[in-house]
């Protein structure tokens, strides 16, 4: 073997005066960069296999754990930076493709933060929250062209609707990517919300099935777990076309994560690698989607709503427009930040565009061509507070997905290590050491407590704007200034300058 | 300075109007008398009058009511009118010199009715006038179209309301039920076409108040056909009840419905059949929901319909007496015209006060609304 010529990215610090030798953090680091020297009766530790992660910071009784950037430098290169010289090492040694998880963390623009929301003052009030109702409640489905009330009744039933007590739902992982007891979690915390978890495209364990109300199943082109009985046990199904952090590739899962039970629910061999092809290979046209949609309604008889899922990409209007026409009763869209348990790099980094300006160009698409009504409008790809989701509703989605905030809620520390298996925090992980690390009641509550501050969060705004129900807010971009932005960036989100 | 229609522009406002449910005209010096009572709601750069049963004589044609800033906005609208329709009379709105109107534009006004070769197929002559309001509007130069109802007409411009009736001669007028509206805009342009109230058809709106939900509704209507040309709430409103009424063929109760929508608690506790259609309602035409302040009054040749935003956020007061019934920003604009009302009462958020004509039908066309018996 030659000589590696990566160094370690982090620097574990461990103040040695408070340290007890109580060795937690010898057994919380899955990594093992954490050792305990029996001949010598002290811990010692690897900085190059630590990924920063804090679990040993955290669990640390005496609090003596620290980490840092590893303080090396390369010489000063505005070109090649310290993470595009690793990478050629890393490359060079493997002769691979650079795997990573999570959301790209390039400092790409985050339209989110360059919008501002406006409120009343005089010509109309604000209207208070704890004194007045506001209504958050959300109907996601297909809506007819046409309302037919006879004799003072409705003559016939609106479409199947999902209805959501706050129109924030959390999106897909996969048991396999994730832990059950984080399935769990997220399906008791959006039973408890009023709202939907999606199961990715891992299928349903058992466990799972009784919370299927609030259940949205999904199907990939690897049709992972699905059966009839599957499709019948959620409220909703979606098609998942592609995701925001891969754009134009299938789901991965490493074999090291598919051990019993994810082998039953996924209908797959132990330890197999699950690689999702790239396309459904029944889709390769808009008609054929036509046809999946349809034969997915048929199997569930009609009583269930089909979302169609894509990565924002180019030319994602256009293709918006042609699912809806397809037949999908909901549109869901993931923005290129959008999180992933494992995807390739280059393609995370590179692939697919802002969520922002997809959800804009969509919205204002469906609405030229009169049909923005008919379809409801759902999208993720990194919501990371109260304020991105009334930005989101306001540029004209009906409601988000969220998924990585979620995730931070259960203990979730950005590492960007998911695709290892080895997430101390039990959440990209199927390793029982690991997963019982969190507890699905802890999960539940915290899931529960962050949709409930935000939720919070949303009506005081609102009630600021002079709003008491959320469809006031839908698609109303007067209620949004952009700063900072150029003439063009205003013109594809549709909003005004601040000061305008 | 951009005038009303290039930007948004909010403002306070006073409000009334009265009507004889039995059809009985009256001159227009009462509600003359009502909105010149409630001077202080107004601030001089608005007021306005819509009026029914004016026109009997033409009680078939449509009443076109025309702005010109020029001659040239005439030529071609005129032209635009004898082409496509028959012109059974026309001629300027007579006015009177009142001292503090400045600047008014030329007012005219035609009875019409489309040709019918012209229709497209499957339009009726509403829809091909509401089609050429929206033309004129957009391509005759400094041409506006103030109303189009059959048997109504509106009279509007910048100044108190009570100076605008004057100078329109409205005591000389006798119709079954008129509206009042005078304006505080927060800025204005000053444009005569700007002031309220903002009319479509037969359908007329005086509204007070700033709906926060203006964008929401705004590009839902713009999904079906509707230019939003002078970016104000009442002509939302206005393209909302056409919208809902006409195009989508609701009860009125259930447009009313629409954009006053009762609360989601409220709504649990209904019956499961009003549950079942207002949750499709509010599903449905989610977008429609007016937020925010509004006290409006609706005309139509059916009658009159007062409505307030589901919080109650604007003031409005209801009297009747006899065959009258009265509506008012304040109860003392009632009191002003009707000192001894039989009952007064202010309605509650959302809830509406509906006066309908006992010999509706005649002057509607197409227009005859039905309710779906709501309860309310
Ligand atoms: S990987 Fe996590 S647990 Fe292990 S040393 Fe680094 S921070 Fe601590
Ligand atoms: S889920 Fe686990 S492995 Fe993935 S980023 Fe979060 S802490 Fe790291």
Known sequence: ?500 | MLREGDVRIPSGCAISGIINRSGQVFSGEDILQSIALMHDRSNGLGGGFAAYGIYPEYEDYYAFHLYYEGAEGREQTESYLNYFFHVAESGEIPTKKTRSIKNPPLAWRYFVRPKPSYLLEEENEDEFVVRSVMYINAECKGAFVVSSGKNMGAFKGVGYPEDIGEYFCLDKYHGYSWTAHGRFPTNTPGWWGGAHPFTLLDWSIVHNGEISSYGANRRFLEMYGYKLSMQTDTEAITYAFDYLVRKQQLPMDVAIATLAAPFWRDIERMNSEKRALLKAVRAMYGNLLMNGPFSIILGSSQGLIALNDRLKLRSMVAATKGEFLYLASEESAIREVCPQPEKVWAPRGGEPVIATLEKRGVQGYDTEYEYAGLSY
């Open chain 1, 1 to 500: 073997m030659t000589l590696s010529m990566n160094t370690p990215d982090f620097l574990i610090e461990r103040n040695r005066e408070r340290c007890i030798n109580c060795q937690v953090c010898v057994r919380q680091c899955a990594n093992e960069a954490h050792g305990w020297d029996a001949e010598e009766e002290k811990i010692f530790s690897q900085d190059a296999l630590c990924v920063n992660c804090h679990r040993c910071v955290t669990m640390c009784p005496t609090h003596s754990l620290s980490i840092r950037k590893f303080p090396l430098e390369f010489r000063e290169n505005a070109n090649w930076t310290a993470s595009t010289m690793k990478a050629i090492y890393k490359q060079a040694e493997t002769g691979g493709i650079l795997l990573t998880g999570m959301g790209t963390d390039r400092p790409y623009p985050v339209y989110w933060d360059q919008l501002l929301l406006n409120a009343s003052q005089v010509t109309n009030p604000s209207i208070d929250p704890l004194r007045e109702p506001m209504e958050l409640k959300t109907f996601l489905g297909r809506k007819p062209e046409q309302l037919r009330v006879i004799n003072g009744k409705l003559a016939e039933a609106l479409p199947p609707q999902l209805e959501l007590d706050l129109p924030i739902m959390f999106s897909a992982m996969s048991f396999g990517s994730i832990s059950l007891n984080v399935a769990k979690s997220l399906a008791q915390a959006a039973e408890t919300l009023g709202t939907f978890y999606n199961t990715g495209e891992g299928g349903l364990h058992e466990d799972l099935y009784k919370y299927g109300k609030n259940t949205i199943v999904q199907v990939a082109s690897g049709r992972f777990g699905v059966h009839s009985e599957y499709l019948n046990a959620g409220a909703a199904i979606e098609i998942k076309i592609g995701q925001g952090a891969k754009p134009g590739i299938g789901g991965h899962l490493p074999g090291e994560k598919v051990g019993v039970e994810v082998s039953r629910t996924r209908m797959i061999p132990e330890q197999s690698d699950a690689i999702s092809p790239a396309p459904h290979h029944d889709i390769y046209s808009i008609e054929d989607l036509t046809q999946l949609i349809f034969s997915l309604k048929e199997a569930t008889n009609y009583e269930k709503p089909v979302i169609v899922k894509i990565a924002a990409v180019h030319n994602v209007s256009a293709i918006a427009s042609g699912i809806a026409r397809a037949g999908a009763d909901i549109i869901a869209i993931d923005g290129f930040r959008g999180g992933t348990g494992a995807a390739p790099l280059r393609t995370r980094d590179s692939v697919g565009i802002p969520i922002e300006l997809a959800l804009a160009a969509v919205d204002s698409r469906l609405r030229e061509e009169g049909i923005r009504n008919q379809v409801s409008l759902v999208v993720g790809g990194s919501i990371r507070n109260s304020t991105d989701i009334i930005k989101a509703i306001a540029l004209g989605a009906d409601a988000v997905y969220v998924a990585s905030s979620a995730l931070l809620a259960l203990g979730c520390h950005m590492c960007q290590k998911c695709y290892t298996g080895k997430c101390n925090w039990g959440i990209a992980t199927q390793r029982p050491e690991l997963v019982k690390r969190l507890n699905p009641e802890i999960g539940a509550e915290r899931a529960t407590n962050l949709l409930k501050a935000w939720e919070h969060e949303v009506k005081e705004i609102l009630g600021g704007m002079g709003i008491n129900a959320i469809e006031s807010l839908c698609g109303n971009r007067l209620m949004l200034r952009g700063i900072g932005l150029s003439d063009r960036e205003l013109n594809i989100l549709g909003v005004l300058a601040a000061g305008e």
